[in-house]
């Protein structure tokens, strides 16, 4: 069993909103994917009306961190410092091997959850602990 525990928040108290106890990381994450949230997916696209996992990535790191990222999942694995499965952290470039040269990019948020841009479902919120996430996950990145 994967635990997701190095960077994300203590849980809230029942009384609290979660909002208030998450990060200014996370928080901005989550704004920044509820801009995108139901994108549909678009091999190459970069706007609203379509984008593809790289391109997802190349918009979010500008916008919430103001870092220009190369634009191709294969440019951007090559970024950063690498980070073990348990040691994620909000904003950490999590990629999986979909096919024999085919990879996919998501960015980590927390407790196991990572938005990107699906093929199926546009811009999204997954789970890494989801049978096919956890099958084709290979290496984490971290920028931050």
């Known amino acids: 069993m994967i635990v997701f525990s190095a960077c994300s928040s203590r849980p809230p108290a029942p009384a609290q909103s979660v909002t208030s ?3 200014p990381i996370v928080k901005r994450l989550y704004a920044q994917y509820n801009s995108w949230r139901g994108t549909p997916y678009e091999y190459g696209g970069l706007s609203l009306d379509g984008v593809d996992c790289s391109g997802f990535i190349y918009k979010s790191y500008r916008s919430v961190f103001n870092i220009t990222l190369p634009r191709s ?3 951007q694995i090559k970024r950063g410092k690498r980070v073990y499965i348990n040691e994620l952290c909000a904003g950490d470039l999590i990629f999986f091997k979909t096919g024999y040269k085919t990879h996919h990019v998501g960015i980590y948020v927390e407790n196991g959850k ?3 841009a699906s093929t199926s ?3 999204t919120l997954s789970s890494m602990r989801d049978g096919y996430w956890r099958e084709h996950y290979w290496q984490a990145r971290r920028l931050l």
């Open 73 to 75: 999942t294969k440019g």
């Open 114 to 116: 990572f938005m990107h």
């Open 21 to 23: 106890q998450h990060s």
């Open 121 to 123: 479902r546009g811009v």
